[in-house]
């Protein structure tokens, strides 16, 4: 709604017309609530770029856990053989070799690799999460804020409307004489100053309605009423139960813990002096080879085949000394061994920075828990707050119901109980002031302790 105030002075006599010109479509439209506006927060532009996150996250994770393609190998080749004494390639050999290597599993590296990927996506998962709750919150403070803000309009207009009121009779009491000019001076004061409170809270409505259409993406130049946000949050777990919850879904401490992990990991991945074997089977027959491998360190198995294709030139066989074999088959171990001193060096480096992280993690866990604490400090204000609010407000209500009581028998004017009824509604939004504070400070305590996906459920 856009409200347009036009002040007339003139003769020392001062007329105000207030005009209201509500901006709406065709028909009436029923009011706006909170729940209407959930929808909203999945398309918000942080949770959309950690939706994103996880998506790619759980694409590594894919990727990491793959052991690769089967490789295979085509090579021809061409023999040439001449005896003693012989013509030049006397024997001319077309072969042709086929090697295929069949990965079977993870390497230490890639098992870490693997692991440090799914904590990854545990990662993303915690972020997304954060991320719309953060939306949540933000969409609530915002509504809340535009919800008080229509509200506010209609205390300031009984608040105008009991200062018109006032101006109207001290205006009749200066007239017969019974006033005096500073009281008549002093009403128009009243009436100028609720008018440029009415002012500054049709801005400051308008200004409200703009963010919360921004972080709704609802239609901002058509303004809709706004139904009264939940106030029904259960109350806050202790500070010690908050920090413990907060130390284990904390996206930015877990994801600390999770480098610790992985330096861990890769400390554990680097081989010392003795590294796993490769075995070998090897079969030679009939002017053919075939070989058999298997790398226990990097699960591997390798084929390899070789035979003739084609043979020119006379029989040479006969004149090789090995000529009598038919076939062998051979077995063979690889043991790998090295001086390990590179792995000594690699694991003084890794836990020197492992402990840097340890003592980065410690003190974000100590800001932590004292943010934690500070916030709900101000949620117990917050509450009491409402105590002092719900106490002002009982004095309203009694005030109103004395004047009203004294206007049934005459004793009170109706300027009177304009202004008790101004001075009760401005009461009762004070109250609504304090409970929607007292909720978002809810919302913030639950947000730092990352304990919101606890308190709010709206799927």
Not at 185 to 212: I, K, M, P, V, Y
């Given at each position: ?49 950690a939706r994103f996150v996880l998506e790619t996250s759980v694409d590594q994770l894919s990727l990491s856990l793959f052991p690769g393609d089967a490789r295979m190998s085509l090579s021809p080749g061409l023999d040439l053989t001449s005896l003693k004494d012989g013509d030049f390639a006397e024997q001319r050999e077309i ?27 545990f990662l993303a998962e915690l972020e997304l999460e954060t991320a719309r709750y953060n939306a949540y919150v933000d969409l609530f403070a915002a509504y809340s804020a535009a919800w008080l803000a229509q509200r506010e309009l209609e205390v300031l207009e009984s608040e105008l409307e009991a200062a018109g009121e006032e ?293």
């Amino acid at each position: 709604m856009e409200y347009i105030i036009m002040t007339i002075y003139g003769n020392k006599k001062l007329l105000t017309f207030l005009m209201l010109f509500v901006v709406a479509g065709a028909g009436t439209l029923p009011a706006l609530s909170f729940e209407d506006l959930l929808s909203s927060i999945d398309e918000s532009h942080g949770v959309k770029e950690a939706r994103f996150v996880l998506e790619t996250s759980v694409d590594q994770l894919s990727l990491s856990l793959f052991p690769g393609d089967a490789r295979m190998s085509l090579s021809p080749g061409l023999d040439l053989t001449s005896l003693k004494d012989g013509d030049f390639a006397e024997q001319r050999e077309i072969t042709a070799a086929v090697n295929t290597s069949i990965p079977l599993g993870l390497n230490p590296s890639g098992r870490a690799a693997a692991e440090t990927a799914r904590e990854a996506v545990f990662l993303a998962e915690l972020e997304l999460e954060t991320a719309r709750y953060n939306a949540y919150v933000d969409l609530f403070a915002a509504y809340s804020a535009a919800w008080l803000a229509q509200r506010e309009l209609e205390v300031l207009e009984s608040e105008l409307e009991a200062a018109g009121e006032e101006l109207r009779i001290v205006q009749n009491l200066f007239n017969s004489g019974s006033a005096s000019l500073n009281d008549l001076n002093d009403a128009e004061d009243e009436l100028r100053l609720a008018e440029a409170d009415l002012l500054t809270g049709t801005l400051a409505q308008r200004l409200s309605w703009l963010e919360l259409a921004f972080f709704a993406d609802l239609n901002q130049a058509r303004e809709e009423s706004l139904e009264a946000p939940a106030s029904n949050f259960s109350e806050l777990p202790k500070p010690p139960d908050l920090t413990a919850w907060a130390l284990e879904r904390s996206p930015s401490i877990r994801s600390q813990r999770d480098q610790i992990n992985a330096l861990e990991r890769e400390l554990d991945a680097r081989r010392g002096m003795v590294s796993p074997p490769t075995l070998r089977a090897d079969f030679s027959g009939w002017e053919q080879n075939a070989s058999l491998s298997y790398n226990m360190d990097n699960p591997e198995l390798g084929l390899s085949y070789s035979f003739p294709l084609e043979s020119y030139g006379p029989d040479l066989s006969s004149s090789n000394s090995n000529a009598d074999k038919t076939w062998e088959l051979s077995f063979s171990v690889n043991i790998p061994f090295n001086t390990g001193v590179d792995t000594k060096k690699e694991q003084e480096l890794g836990q020197s920075r492992i402990a840097q992280i340890e003592a980065r993690l410690a003190l974000m866990e100590d800001t932590l828990a004292l943010q934690i604490r500070s916030l709900y400090q101000q949620y117990l204000l917050a509450e009491d707050a409402i105590s002092q609010a719900q106490r002002a407000l009982d004095f309203a209500e009694m005030t109103l119901q004395t004047v009203l009581d004294r206007r049934d028998s005459g004793r009170a004017t109706a300027a009177e109980e304009l202004s008790a009824r101004a001075y009760f509604q401005r009461a009762l939004f004070r109250q609504e002031q304090a409970v929607s504070a007292r909720n978002i400070q809810i919302l913030k305590t639950s947000q730092a302790a990352f304990w919101l996906q606890e308190l709010v459920l709206w799927e």
